[in-house]
């Protein structure tokens, strides 16, 4: 490792002098030539870290009690360069360029793609050997759950970033299953005397009785029957394509119980829920802004209480935790079919963290890595934490019980107050934390539950599309192919929802998808699965 450190570094510098950077020492750390490194330090010293964060959250993450609490356990200080979420790939992948490298990048949010290019160009290191000897709270993840150990290996055999590992429920029952919830206005279906539909049809009679009757009662046509953020995650009206076949996901891949890869969007299925839409769109149901509003646009309108349906992970951050707004059951197409398509999400970020081939304290900074890998830490940068005499708290700790109690959110916004005072991570919380370690948190329970009793009965298919760590050369030509497939296919949905034309072009439209290499694609995909599953 020291070897493969120093070459690294020899790399980087040449970077960093033909970047026109006459002296490095002024990024990284020096060398404090430690071994043997244990914590709390007996003298205190400093590593060089860059990070992202909320603007809800201080511009010095140093604020945070959780690294206050960390550079007291370790006798780390870190010398932070933080940068909002908005400015931050920017500011990353310019001291990447530049050779301005820090000792490491927390919450780096690198792809693949990244990971392997950077490994290629030797901006960062290898960290399978810093593990193995440094890190027991990591390899402790790894041997009680080995399948992360196969997912954070490169194609080449090297692991070259520590992940952020979060399970919330498995399988079918696992939180990330369905990231586009349907919440439906009930105090509206109540004042209207309406039931809660069932069908494709009754929900286009529930919104015609939305726009027409009135039901918030102001006097004023100022309902939105139905609102959505297209092609926006959890904010996307996916959900309802369930009804028509195979569904759709934010990525348009299934994968069948025979293991076929599946593109969703050049199914029929996916055309005959797009004529269902069209004809909503011809009755005014559609919110005139679903095609280019933004989250903050999305969000007032929501506040204001002017949906009749709208789509989000959890209302609680839109609508607010009450009785006016429950989820929307799957609904039977016209042939009385029924399916609740997975999204192909699982609580695993590759990409998490990367210590550069600057650092010189590679030790260290596994060690103080690995804190964050402890049971407890990881739970608090998850969510946040406990014991804030400033603000609000996620948490309290029970001594007695050694475990972290979520707190109840009070009305709060859990994605607001999480961010003020989480850190990202890298972190693992395992299923078997629960109840051990930490409570889970009450949305989440709540969430769990409507997943389990409303969501999985309606699963047809066993498999997600896995996290496959494809190789460069396989990463170059999807993001080549995707790059034109996927934007011509948001585009042809936005028209035909609005033109209706989606039968006419149907055939055109699928050989459009061909001439962009959906072929390619899909064998792609399939020889990723494959080799996935071995």
């Known amino acids: 490792?020291?070897?493969?450190?120093?070459?690294?570094?020899?790399?980087?510098?040449?970077?960093?002098?033909?970047?026109?950077?006459?002296?490095?020492?002024?990024?990284?750390?020096?060398?404090?030539?430690?071994?043997?490194?244990?914590?709390?330090?007996?003298?205190?010293?400093?590593?060089?870290?860059?990070?992202?964060?909320?603007?809800?959250?201080?511009?010095?993450?140093?604020?945070?009690?959780?690294?206050?609490?960390?550079?007291?356990?370790?006798?780390?200080?870190?010398?932070?360069?933080?940068?909002?979420?908005?400015?931050?790939?920017?500011?990353?992948?310019?001291?990447?360029?530049?050779?301005?490298?820090p000792d490491a990048i927390l919450d780096a949010g690198y792809s693949d793609y990244d990971l392997l290019k950077l490994a290629k160009d030797e901006a960062i290191v290898p960290v399978e050997e810093l593990i193995e000897?440094?890190?027991?709270?990591?390899?402790?993840?790894?041997?009680?759950?080995?399948?992360?150990?196969?997912?954070?290996?490169?194609?080449?055999?090297?692991?070259?970033?520590?992940?952020?590992i979060e399970e919330l429920g498995?399988?079918?029952?696992?939180?990330?299953?369905?990231?586009?919830?349907?919440?439906?206005?009930?105090?509206?279906?109540?004042?209207?005397?309406?039931?809660?539909p069932t069908t494709t049809e009754e929900l286009k009679e529930v919104l015609i009785a939305f726009k027409t009757q009135d039901p918030n009662g102001n006097g004023k046509a100022d309902e939105i029957p139905m609102s959505f953020i297209t092609n926006h995650g959890g904010e996307d009206l996916s959900f309802l394509f369930g009804?028509?076949?195979?569904?759709?996901?934010?990525?348009?891949?299934?994968?069948?119980?025979?293991?076929?890869?599946?593109?969703?969007?050049?199914?029929?299925g996916y055309k005959e829920a797009i004529t269902f839409f069209n004809e909503l769109h011809k009755e005014g149901l559609i919110d005139i802004e679903a095609f280019e509003q933004d989250w903050n646009t999305y969000l007032a309108k929501g506040k204001d209480e002017r949906y009749g349906l709208y789509f989000t992970w959890d209302k609680a951050n839109i609508t607010g935790m009450n009785d006016k707004y429950d989820l929307m059951k799957p609904l039977a197409g016209p042939d009385g079919h029924v399916n609740v398509a997975r999204t192909n999400g699982m609580g695993f970020d590759r990409g998490r963290m990367v210590i550069t081939s600057a650092n010189q304290n590679l030790e260290l900074?596994?060690?103080?890595?690995?804190?964050?890998?402890?049971?407890?830490?990881?739970?608090?940068?998850?969510?946040?934490?406990?014991?804030?005499?400033?603000?609000?708290?996620?948490?309290?700790?029970?001594?007695?019980?050694?475990?972290?109690?979520?707190?109840?959110?009070?009305?709060?916004?859990?994605?607001?107050?999480?961010?003020?005072?989480?850190?990202?991570g890298p972190l693992a919380i395992l299923d078997e934390y629960y109840g051990k370690v930490t409570t889970k948190p009450d949305d989440a329970a709540w969430r769990l539950n409507l997943m389990k009793d409303v969501m999985v009965p309606h699963m047809t298919a066993e498999n997600i599309y896995p996290k496959v760590f494809f190789s460069i050369e396989e990463l170059d030509k999807l993001s080549t192919i995707e790059t034109d497939l996927f934007a011509y296919v948001n585009r042809k949905k936005a028209e035909w929802v609005t033109n209706g034309k989606a039968e006419a072009e149907w055939d055109e439209y699928l050989k459009e998808l061909d001439r962009l290499g959906l072929e390619e694609w899909l064998e792609i995909k399939q020889t990723g699965f494959e080799r996935n599953q071995k």
């Not at 120093?6 to 430690?34: I, P, Q, R, W």
């Not at 076949?245 to 990525?251: A, I, M």
């Open 365 to 424: 900074t596994a060690k103080w890595i690995d804190q964050l890998y402890d049971p407890l830490q990881s739970v608090q940068n998850n969510w946040g934490t406990y014991g804030d005499k400033k603000q609000q708290n996620i948490f309290e700790f029970d001594e007695a019980a050694g475990m972290l109690k979520h707190l109840p959110l009070e009305g709060a916004a859990p994605v607001e107050l999480r961010q003020k005072t989480n850190i990202g």
């Open 1 to 101: 490792m020291k070897n493969v450190k120093k070459a690294m570094f020899s790399s980087v510098a040449a970077l960093v002098l033909a970047a026109g950077c006459s002296n490095n020492s002024k990024t990284a750390s020096k060398d404090y030539e430690l071994t043997e490194v244990s914590f709390p330090l007996k003298e205190e010293v400093s590593l060089k870290f860059m990070t992202q964060s909320s603007p809800l959250a201080p511009k010095d993450p140093n604020e945070k009690l959780i690294y206050k609490r960390l550079e007291e356990k370790t006798g780390v200080h870190i010398d932070w360069k933080n940068y909002t979420n908005d400015s931050f790939v920017e500011k990353r992948n310019l001291a990447i360029a530049s050779g301005d490298l």
């Open 170 to 196: 498995s399988g079918k029952e696992s939180i990330h299953s369905v990231d586009t919830f349907p919440w439906i206005n009930v105090e509206w279906l109540n004042k209207l005397g309406l039931k809660m």
């Open 243 to 268: 009804s028509f076949g195979l569904g759709d996901n934010w990525d348009h891949t299934v994968v069948s119980n025979d293991g076929k890869v599946t593109f969703t969007a050049a199914e029929d």
């Open 133 to 164: 000897k440094y890190m027991p709270n990591l390899q402790k993840v790894l041997e009680d759950a080995p399948e992360y150990k196969a997912m954070m290996t490169a194609p080449d055999g090297h692991i070259y970033s520590f992940p952020w």
